[in-house]
């Protein structure tokens, strides 16, 4: 873990990520010329000009398809996207950013996926990314940091409300947690939709329902993923008109989270619209994350329970029958537990697994898990779940212990995810999250029974 911290933390430029920034502060600042679709044509024709980087380079991703076609059959730059002064800018951009690893390295980034963040983290993070001076590496730094640095805040926040402990094992799985391996710093904005899980949930301990919708609307036009976390509330909202278990005040807390949930996500969707592709944006967007979200299944890097069976050679409707039938098993666990469970603490704890079993995702997203830990502050509570509670951290810490004794290269050599081992483990300890859930479920049945 010492040499994953210290690889983390220390890249080959610094406090800086070159393959992110490459991807991610050039289509930030560059989105009105480039899209979701013309970073790596529009690398190509700016080396050709100015840098060689990739002479020689034989194959490009073309981000429009997802196929890989040769450099000669790629789709040209626009070029007259650009006023000449930008075009400048850009290829010295380009060329200051190339600087940062040698030609083999850059070579396979124009075989990645290219840009997948909504047109809303655009518009938000493009003034940040017009700040950044590449010349000067520790200016840039800062900037690149800013995430983590209020990802660091946040959770000094987070001891005053949920205590040292809790905020401990957060943090702690957040940073030894293998998925973030030299992609923990350095990233321009790739850490928000995390920082703002985190204020939800410290909104739903303080029952303030409408900012901690507005959390999960901002985590969710952010990145999309999150979108599964409005489940349990809605479930339980729509419950609420038929069971007697959930209070009227209950039903309010619920509505006014559904409601500022909907309210924000209108509003950032608009927000998203203020780039000079408009509507436009939301739509390549659209096009580009369904392709994504194809490509990603089978993909040895990526990790999920579709992912894990199309691993282990499984395809076709053989697949999609085992898949089904798991996450049918999976949602009704989860609606067991949701219907019987009065915290929202734990109702948003519980949700986390579901991510694992309806999703095909990058690793650094299961970095999420690391707010299980806040299921140990809800459960310390009541006195008949403290067990539970601890189960659950330490759920957290052999989920890192062992995928460390299974293959410690993992750390070294991310690829080595390859291996449906470190699969296998992530479903133990999602079902795990949910069996113990299901658990605290069947006991407040109980006691709701006996009154």
């Given at each position: 873990?010492?040499?994953?911290?210290?690889?983390?933390?220390?890249g080959?430029?610094?406090?800086?990520?070159?393959?992110n920034?490459?991807?991610y502060y050039?289509?930030?600042?560059?989105?009105?010329?480039?899209?979701?679709f013309?970073l790596y044509?529009c690398?190509?024709?700016?080396?050709?000009?100015?840098?060689?980087?990739?002479?020689?380079?034989?194959?490009?991703?073309d981000l429009r398809t997802?196929e890989?076609?040769?450099v000669?059959?790629?789709a040209?730059?626009?070029?007259?996207?650009?006023?000449?002064?930008?075009?400048t800018?850009?290829k010295?951009?380009?060329?200051?950013i190339?600087?940062?690893?040698?030609?083999?390295y850059?070579?396979?980034?124009l075989?990645?996926k290219?840009?997948?963040a909504t047109?809303f983290?655009v518009?938000?993070?493009?003034?940040?990314?017009n700040?950044i001076q590449?010349?000067?590496?520790?200016?840039?730094?800062?900037?690149?940091n800013?995430d983590?640095?209020c990802?660091g805040?946040?959770?000094?926040?987070?001891?005053?409300i949920?205590?040292?402990?809790t905020?401990?094992?957060?943090?702690?799985?957040?940073?030894?947690?293998?998925?973030?391996y030299?992609?923990?710093?350095?990233?321009?904005?790739?850490?928000?939709?995390?920082?703002?899980l985190?204020?939800m949930?410290?909104?739903?301990?303080k029952k303030?329902f409408?900012p901690?919708g507005?959390?999960?609307?901002f985590?969710?036009?952010?990145r999309?993923?999150?979108v599964?976390?409005v489940?349990?509330?809605?479930?339980?909202y729509?419950?609420?008109?038929k069971?007697?278990t959930v209070?009227?005040?209950?039903?309010?807390h619920y509505?006014?989270?559904l409601?500022?949930?909907?309210?924000?996500?209108s509003?950032?969707v608009?927000?998203?619209?203020?780039?000079?592709?408009?509507?436009g944006?939301?739509?390549?967007?659209l096009?580009?994350?369904?392709?994504h979200?194809?490509?990603l299944?089978g993909?040895?890097?990526?990790?999920?329970?579709k992912?894990m069976?199309?691993?282990?050679?499984?395809?076709?409707?053989m697949?999609n029958?085992i898949?089904?039938?798991?996450?049918?098993?999976?949602?009704?666990?989860y609606?067991?537990?949701?219907?019987?469970?009065?915290?929202e603490?734990?109702?948003?704890v519980?949700?986390?697994?579901l991510?694992?079993?309806?999703?095909t995702l990058?690793?650094y997203?299961?970095?999420?898990?690391g707010?299980?830990?806040?299921?140990y502050?809800?459960?310390?509570?009541?006195?008949?779940?403290?067990?539970?509670g601890?189960?659950?951290?330490?759920?957290?810490?052999?989920?890192l212990?062992?995928n460390?004794l299974?293959?410690?290269?993992?750390?070294?050599?991310?690829s080595?995810l390859?291996?449906?081992s470190?699969?296998?483990?992530?479903?133990i300890?999602s079902?795990?999250i949910?069996?113990?859930?299901?658990?605290v479920a069947?006991?407040e049945?109980?006691?709701?029974?006996?009154?």
């Open positions: 873990y010492g040499s994953s911290l210290s690889s983390a933390f220390h080959d430029v610094g406090y800086i990520a070159p393959w920034t490459f991807h050039l289509n930030a600042k560059y989105f009105d010329e480039l899209g979701y013309d044509s690398t190509l024709e700016a080396d050709f000009e100015e840098g060689h980087t990739f002479s020689g380079t034989t194959d490009i991703r997802y890989l076609v040769s000669e059959d790629s040209p730059c626009p070029k007259d996207s650009f006023t000449p002064e930008r075009w800018e850009f010295a951009d380009v060329s200051i190339h600087s940062w690893g040698t030609s083999e850059w070579r396979s980034s075989t990645d290219g840009f997948n047109p983290w518009v938000w993070v493009r003034p940040f990314a700040l590449l010349q000067t590496l520790v200016h840039a730094a800062i900037i690149l800013l983590l640095i990802l805040l946040s959770l000094v926040v987070s001891t005053f949920f205590g040292g402990v905020t401990s094992v957060m943090a702690i799985f957040m940073l030894l947690y293998f998925g973030t030299q992609g923990l710093m350095g990233n321009l904005f790739q850490y928000p939709w995390l920082i703002a985190l204020w949930v410290m909104s739903l301990e303030w409408r901690a507005l959390f999960l609307a985590a969710t036009v952010n999309i993923f999150p599964v976390f489940l349990g509330f809605g479930i339980k729509l419950l609420s008109f069971e007697d209070t009227h005040d209950q039903k309010q509505q006014s989270l409601l500022s949930f909907l309210l924000g996500v509003l950032f608009l927000i998203g619209l203020f780039t000079s592709r408009g509507l944006a939301w739509m390549d967007f096009t580009n994350i369904k392709m979200s194809q490509y299944v993909e040895s890097f990526n990790l999920g329970f992912n069976l199309a691993g282990m050679g499984l395809h076709g409707s697949l029958l898949n089904g039938g798991g996450v049918l098993i999976v949602l009704t666990m609606y067991y537990l949701v219907k019987n469970i009065r915290s603490l734990m109702i948003f519980f949700n986390i697994p991510i694992y079993f309806l999703l990058s690793p997203y299961f970095q999420v898990f707010l299980v830990g806040v299921g502050y809800a459960l310390q509570k009541n006195e008949k779940y403290k067990y539970v601890i189960l659950l951290v330490v759920g957290l810490f052999l989920f212990i062992i460390t299974i293959d410690v290269q993992i750390f070294t050599y991310l080595s390859s291996k449906t470190h699969e296998f483990i992530l479903l300890l079902l795990s949910l069996l113990l859930g299901v658990t069947r006991s049945q109980q006691t709701d029974v006996k009154k």
